[in-house]
């Protein structure tokens, strides 16, 4: 299948709209807490078996991200969106069926498997186009698209509350929820992919003209001359792109990409666990206060997260252009451990603390996610950066069943023990704080590609029969 090409004098600026339209809707993932109290009331489910869509949907992310990574690469960002469409869709229609049914299997089913494989393709879809659209400015680009899915929840956790309020809150409430979803993300999906497209020789010129500013990498020796993905992508040239260019087979060889896999799935391992039980979480911080949290206060605070996930998306990835990959990433992973201190010390102590503490680590946890694939740019190139980037999200799928599964299990079991309230997830608490240092260590370590991995030093093929440029 060959991708859309953008005719003369198409505007770059429409790609990240295009993008943002597939984001948006695949977010809705992080508003899944927002589901997790009524489905344990309506099927009598523990926090831990609510949590498995959730978490099979992160693995199957992962996972279909690596593996079709590849495919998205040679088949172009129109159908990575149309297989995305469906399977995301799919996955809620499947879920309404399950929980009409009382099929919980069902539920975990659609919304994780199916539906997770529509998250992994969809995510990827845009990242590589748009690194090619704007090689001048990666982070703030992939940064804008990617900002989609942390934004998705802003949208979807009060829609999904106040549907539960009007439906019901009982299994057939949550069916109808479940259907209303799909079939209005299938209309937002459908925008995304009518609007994209990839660059033609026009385009590539248009980019190439546009490169002044080339981005900060953190890492010496991995600066490129602006303009070379543009070229690449319009397919105008068989000249190899100046500066590092590694195809997806031996990136996965390198220590650095290895570095950058822990880094990723320690700081989302981090984040995906106040995120996945955000709701309940802040609840049972202030269950014994004067001053509860209700079930709309909990939604709302699960809006917020969601609003810090998207503006640490764009804000922190803009400014990894300017102060360097490394530099951010050391933020992230230093100041992230730093909240989590304060939250398991003065947590429940003070609402704001807590309130203020989450939202900086969300935003670390968006802007991560943000940042990664210009970081993946400045090391091994654009030549097979789509397919690369899909291969690292394996750190996803490991930390989708981490993040929930520590502050879940953990959390019953200490409840078990006799602990309600905050003391249910100090141990959960300590736990995030030394991944999160592992990580830093990582960032730490993480050094330029040796050249002999580079295209031209190997005299390879391109990876996967990904040789043709015309993406």
């Known amino acids: 299948m060959r991708p859309p090409v953008a005719p003369p004098g198409w505007s770059r600026w429409l ?47 992962g996972l279909s991200a690596a593996f079709g990574g590849t495919l998205v ?44 494989i529509g998250l992994g393709i969809g995510y990827i879809s845009p990242v590589s186009t748009l690194i090619k659209w704007f090689p001048d400015r990666p982070g703030m680009a992939t940064g804008i698209a990617i900002m989609g899915f942390g934004g998705g929840a802003l949208i979807a956790s009060p ?3 106040r549907m539960l309020e009007s439906f019901g809150a009982d299994s057939s409430g949550i069916a109808l929820a479940f259907l209303v979803h799909g079939l209005s993300y299938a209309v937002f999906m459908a925008l995304g992919v009518v609007l994209v497209r990839v660059p033609g020789p026009e385009g590539a010129a248009e980019v190439s003209g546009a490169s002044g500013v080339p981005g900060a990498s953190g890492v010496s020796g991995t600066a490129e001359r602006p303009g070379a993905a543009g070229a690449e992508a319009a397919g105008t040239s068989s000249a190899p792109a100046p500066g590092p260019q590694v195809s997806a087979r031996q990136a996965v060889r390198t220590p650095q990409f290895w570095c950058l896999w822990v ?28 001053a509860p949290v209700s079930a709309s206060a909990a939604a709302g605070f699960v809006a917020l997260l969601s609003a810090a996930n998207m503006a640490g998306r764009i804000g922190w990835s803009s400014a990894s252009d300017l102060v360097g990959r490394k530099n951010v990433y050391r933020l992230y992973l230093g ?20 309130v203020v503490c989450a939202l900086v680590v969300l935003s670390f946890y968006g802007g991560g996610f943000a940042t990664v694939p210009a970081y993946l740019k400045d090391l091994f190139g654009t030549y097979q950066v789509g397919a690369i980037h899909g291969r690292l999200l394996t750190a996803w799928s490991l930390a989708g069943v981490l993040g929930p599964l520590i502050v879940n299990w953990v959390a019953d ?10 003391d249910r997830y100090g141990v959960s608490l300590s736990i995030m704080i030394g ?28 990876d996967d029969a990904t040789a043709s440029p015309a993406r």
């Open 73 to 116: 690469e040679r088949n172009g960002p129109r159908w990575a969106m149309s297989v995305a469409l469906v399977c995301f869709t799919s996955g809620f229609l499947l879920a309404a069926v399950g929980a009409e049914t009382r099929q919980y299997w069902l539920i975990v089913f659609g919304y994780g498997f199916v539906g997770g």
């Open 335 to 354: 100041a992230g451990a730093l909240m989590y201190l304060l939250i398991a010390l003065f947590g429940d102590e003070s609402k704001p603390l807590f």
């Open 159 to 161: 829609w999904s509350a």
């Open 15 to 61: 790609v990240p709209p295009a993008a943002l339209s597939v984001h948006l809707s695949i977010g809705q993932a992080y508003a899944w807490s927002v589901f997790k109290p009524p489905l344990e009331s309506a099927l009598d489910l523990s926090g831990t078996q609510s949590a498995l869509p959730f978490q099979l949907g992160i693995v199957m992310l």
């Open 413 to 422: 079991r200490q409840e078990e023990a006799g602990k309600h309230g905050s």
């Open 435 to 462: 991944l999160l240092v592992i990580g830093f260590v990582a960032n730490e370590l993480v050094r330029p590609v040796h050249p002999r991995h580079h295209v031209l030093a190997r005299k390879e093929p391109a």
């Open 263 to 290: 880094v990723l799935c320690m700081n989302v391992t981090a984040g995906i666990g106040i995120l996945e039980k955000a709701a309940p979480m802040i609840t049972d911080f202030f269950a014994d206060t004067s």
